[in-house]
């Protein structure tokens, strides 16, 4: 994918008389649970064209296999349609009608993406199939240049970090974790620090820390990260925290 992309980029700048990328960004795949997150994946992809207002409808864009889910005239040999119809039925065409509506449901939602929930920028799933790829890179070989893919071989529990955080600003464990603990410092530093070395997902940490939504998971850290950039002592406090995690 890599070739292709420099290869067809190359060819439209000369075709064009331009220069500089083509694409947003570097390719990059991740690994789907699909009984967990496949369809809920699929419904975002197919509506971004819609949220950006390149069209009204997501069957309308060119680009798009949507249209070959929702009509059989429209498909290519190459595509696989079968397993994402499956989850509405055993008959085809009840199957795409009911597909349609689920995605076309998504048009006026504002939801969160469902990659929010990427995992070390290469998984998107549960803790069981989070445990099952850890066991099968645990102690490969890693290069240097998948600096997320160590990342997420090497992850500690979330468990072990909630009881550093902890011990080091001196809380019970349920200070940070219980329900209705909103605006302390110790549970928004665990928060971050679960969520960027733990490996588990937006939901999974909501869920570590007293059932909160995994988009509040996404502002916490976030506020944190800022907070850091302009506070000395925090930082210091996570260097601090870490080298407990890692010792």
């Known amino acids: 994918m ?61 680009w798009s296999s949507y249209a070959g889910y929702i009509w059989k005239r429209k498909r290519v040999s190459w595509m696989e349609y079968a397993w994402i119809l499956s989850q509405f039925g055993s008959h085809e065409a009840a199957s795409a009608r009911m597909y349609r509506k689920f995605v076309e449901s998504g048009i006026e939602e504002q939801g969160d993406s469902p990659l929010a929930d990427v995992v070390g920028q290469v998984l998107l799933g549960g803790e069981e199939i989070l445990g099952k790829i850890k066991s099968l890179v645990r102690g490969k070989e890693v290069g240097q240049d998948v600096v997320e893919k160590k990342r997420f071989r090497d992850a500690p529990r979330a468990e072990h970090i909630i009881s550093a955080v902890a011990s080091i600003l001196g809380v019970d464990k349920a200070t940070i974790t219980g329900r209705g603990r909103k605006g302390n410092e110790a549970r928004k530093v665990a928060v971050y620090l679960v969520k960027r070395y733990s490996g588990l997902s937006n939901g999974e940490i909501g869920s570590l820390f007293g059932g909160i939504h995994h988009s509040a998971v996404t502002k916490t850290s976030g506020r944190l990260k800022e907070e850091m950039k302009r506070d000395l002592r925090i930082q210091e406090l996570m260097d601090t925290i870490m080298s407990k995690i890692k010792a």
């Open 2 to 62: 890599h070739g292709i992309n420099s290869s067809y980029t190359g060819y439209f700048n000369r075709k064009y008389d331009r220069v500089g990328h083509l694409f947003q960004g570097r390719y990059r795949g991740i690994l789907v649970d699909k009984d967990s997150y496949l369809l809920e994946l699929t419904r975002y992809v197919h509506l971004n064209p819609v949220k950006a207002k390149f069209v009204k409808r997501p069957e309308e864009y060119p």
